[in-house]
C-alpha cells in the first residue's frame, strides 16, 4: 500500500522560505508522479505543482511560479517542494498527491483524482 507523508511546514512570516518533504512508499510499478496540492480555509483544494516520474518535467500553478521550485531525489521516493518568497496567501495545508503515470497528465494533473495521497502539513504565512 503505497503511503505519503508530510513534513516541513510551518508558521513563517512573509518573505520567507519553506522547504516541504514528502516521503513515500508502498509503490508496485516503475513510474510515478507526485502533485502537490494546497487548500486555504473556505476554499477548494487547488494544485501547486507536478513532477514526472524522471523529474524532468514541471508544472506550476501561475501564482507560484519563479517562487517554488518542487524535484524528487534519485531513489525517487521522496519529493520536494521549495517555497520562497512567501506571501499570506499561500497560508494553506499542503498535501503530496502521488499515482502511476509517467507523465503529468495533459490538463488533468491539478484535478485531486489521485489515487494516493498523505495527511498534509500547515504552511502559515504571518507576520
Known amino acids: 500500500q503505497v503511503q505519503l507523508v508530510e513534513s516541513g511546514g510551518g508558521l513563517v512570516q512573509p518573505g520567507g522560505s519553506l522547504r516541504l518533504s514528502c516521503a513515500a512508499s508502498?509503490?508496485?510499478?516503475?513510474?510515478?508522479?507526485f502533485t502537490w496540492f494546497r487548500q486555504a480555509p473556505g476554499k477548494e483544494r487547488e494544485g501547486v505543482s507536478c513532477i514526472s516520474s524522471s523529474g524532468d518535467s514541471t508544472y506550476f500553478l501561475d501564482s507560484a511560479k519563479g517562487r517554488f521550485t518542487i524535484s524528487r531525489d534519485t531513489a525517487k521516493t521522496t519529493v520536494y517542494l521549495q517555497m520562497n518568497d512567501l506571501v499570506p496567501e499561500d497560508t494553506a495545508v499542503y498535501s503530496c498527491a502521488a499515482d502511476y503515470y509517467q507523465f503529468c497528465p495533459g490538463s488533468e494533473y491539478f484535478q485531486p483524482t489521485y489515487d494516493f495521497w498523505g495527511q498534509g502539513t500547515q504552511v502559515t504565512v504571518s507576520s
Open positions: 508502498g509503490f508496485t510499478r516503475n513510474h510515478y508522479i
